[in-house]
């Protein structure tokens, strides 16, 4: 049979639609997040920081899902933009935290409606409905994914 008569494979039709949707969703917001001088690592940060409030650096990682090594140099640079302090654990002296500061804590709650506005428009091409169930399935599917990862 030839090869334009078969079929799609139905893992790989989603594994393509999939990085596709994630490319256009992501170039929305990461030119939302490059007008406001940031990239999407440091946003990534600053938004955690405001949502889950202080976090300790080695934790940082692998909630905004970057290396370690990545960490130290993002918090520096955020730091440099009075974005984010240190600040050293009371109860354990290993621990160091990353904190919003003032000024940092305000331009999150500056920028923040608008780039949800843009995150917004970007999945619009989905009802609600369609994208409480595409989250449930994405959130499955990641579960899943992440359990069979050897």
Do not use: C
């Not at 997040?33 to 990534?44: D, P, Q, S």
């Not at 369609?130 to 992440?146: N, P, V």
Request: proline letters at 3%.
């Amino acid at each position: 049979m030839a090869k334009e008569n078969q079929k799609p494979n139905d893992s790989l039709e989603l594994f393509i639609a999939l990085s596709r949707a994630t490319q256009w969703v992501n170039a929305h917001a990461d030119r939302d997040i490059r007008k406001n001088g940031l990239n999407r690592t440091e946003f990534g940060v600053l938004e955690l920081l405001y949502h889950k409030g202080p976090q300790p650096l080695q934790q940082i990682g692998e909630k905004v899902l970057m290396s370690s090594g990545n960490i130290t140099y993002v918090v520096d640079k955020l730091e440099k933009k009075q974005a984010v302090r240190r600040r050293a654990s009371t109860e354990d002296r290993r621990l160091i935290y990353a904190e919003l500061t003032d000024q940092g804590k305000q331009f999150v709650e500056d920028v923040f409606p608008a780039h949800q506005e843009t995150i917004e428009h970007a999945v619009g091409g989905l009802s609600p409905e369609e994208k409480q169930l595409a989250s449930k399935l994405l959130k499955k599917l990641g579960r899943f994914a992440q359990e069979h990862y050897k």
